[in-house]
């Protein structure tokens, strides 16, 4: 069942070569669980977007392939939609647009599959996936039983959930639930850019799929695409600071971006600390910081995991001496 001394280069958007010393593709819950009931401590790639590997790994390493979406209710104004792990993010969003089914066209092109898009509740330009989401159902590693998690029992923070805490390395994600809007769809056309890539489109009254198209635009503009040049997206959090903290920077630098969490609290966006701490476009041999986006390390070639790892710790203690802020990785290290 198991291949041996397989090279997981395909197999993460970093583009990280390193070698899998036991590797097997999985495309059912019950494959899954047979395997899990022979070995217990496994490591687990779905669409493999938002990891670092930084050595060849030992312990057998399980490829979540399990396919499928169905439309489990159907409402007057909203339906219910269940995606199996492995279906591709970005390919299901554009076959919810196919249908007109409304609420995670500002998630469009975000790299990685269903399975893993709940575990740091990812988010773009004003929505999250705990706006849609319903429930997920999950694979206890330790007994192969099968455990379905609302909403709540999930904890959604900002970019975490509880299987990036408290369960974290403890379940196997094998399918996710959504509520969709079918009419009167609520456009999120909040964000400056998105206002301005519509107006650049001559859209006046954006439909969903407009968003999505818009958003799309504003990706493709500012990230590079994992297939020609390795990279996991948002490499770091924005970190959430003290108003006071935030002011004794903005005396130094008024035109510094900030969004208003709370009347206490406020979130700076860690891509502009990290270019005003000069390491937008630098390069340390194949790895290096993107020149459009400093939020996104990428791997230009032949860059060893550790090597960006290097650089990411290199970048935390410059944005910490410069701004006493701790910036923290978005992306798991293995």
């Given amino acids: 069942m198991f291949q041996k001394n397989v090279s997981l280069k395909p197999y993460n958007t970093f583009g990280i070569d390193v070698i899998a010393e036991k590797f097997v593709e999985v495309k059912s819950a019950a494959t899954l669980s047979s395997i899990l009931a022979m070995h217990k401590d496994v490591i687990i790639l779905s669409g493999g977007s938002n990891i670092l590997l930084t050595k060849d790994l030992s312990k057998p390493?399980?490829?979540?392939?399990?396919?499928?979406?169905?439309?489990?209710e159907r409402h007057d104004e909203h339906v219910i939609v269940q995606a199996q792990a492995?279906?591709?993010?970005?390919?299901?969003?554009?076959?919810?647009?196919?249908n007109n089914f409304g609420g995670l066209e500002n998630l469009s092109l975000i790299p990685g599959n269903v399975g893993t898009s709940p575990m740091q509740n990812i988010g773009a330009y004003g929505v999250e996936i705990k706006d849609s989401?319903?429930?997920?159902?999950?694979?206890?590693i330790q007994t192969g039983n099968t455990l379905c998690f609302n909403k709540e029992e999930c904890a959604f923070g900002y970019r975490e959930s509880v299987f990036k805490?408290?369960?974290?390395?403890?379940?196997?994600?094998?399918?996710?639930?959504?509520k969709l809007s079918t009419k009167n769809h609520v456009i999120k056309d909040g964000y400056g850019v998105i206002k301005q890539q519509l107006k650049e489109d001559g859209v006046v009254?954006?439909?969903?799929q407009n968003i999505s198209d818009a958003v799309i635009k504003i990706r493709r503009s500012k990230l590079p695409d994992p297939k020609e040049i390795g990279?996991?997206?948002?490499f770091f959090k924005n970190p959430v600071i003290s108003e006071e903290h935030f002011k004794k920077i903005q005396s130094t630098y008024p035109d510094m971006p900030f969004y208003k969490v709370?009347?206490?609290?406020?979130k700076v966006p860690a891509g502009w600390l990290v270019e005003i701490s000069?390491?937008?476009?630098?390069?340390?041999?194949?790895?290096?910081?993107?020149?459009?986006?400093?939020?996104?390390?990428v791997n230009y070639d032949k860059a060893t995991g550790s090597e960006v790892l290097e650089m990411a710790r290199k970048i935390q203690s410059t944005v910490r001496r410069n701004f006493n802020i701790s910036l923290e990785m978005e992306v798991n290290i293995l």
């Fill in 231 to 234: 990279n996991s997206g948002s």
């Fill in 205 to 208: 009254k954006p439909t969903i």
């Fill in 86 to 98: 492995g279906e591709n993010w970005h390919e299901f969003v554009m076959w919810c647009l196919e």
């Fill in 61 to 72: 390493v399980v490829l979540l392939k399990n396919k499928g979406i169905k439309i489990i």
């Fill in 165 to 178: 805490n408290e369960l974290k390395g403890q379940y196997v994600i094998l399918n996710v639930t959504f």
């Fill in 133 to 140: 989401f319903v429930s997920l159902e999950a694979m206890e």
């Fill in 262 to 266: 709370s009347e206490e609290l406020i």
């Fill in 278 to 297: 000069g390491f937008k476009g630098k390069r340390f041999g194949d790895a290096g910081v993107h020149k459009n986006q400093a939020l996104v390390l």
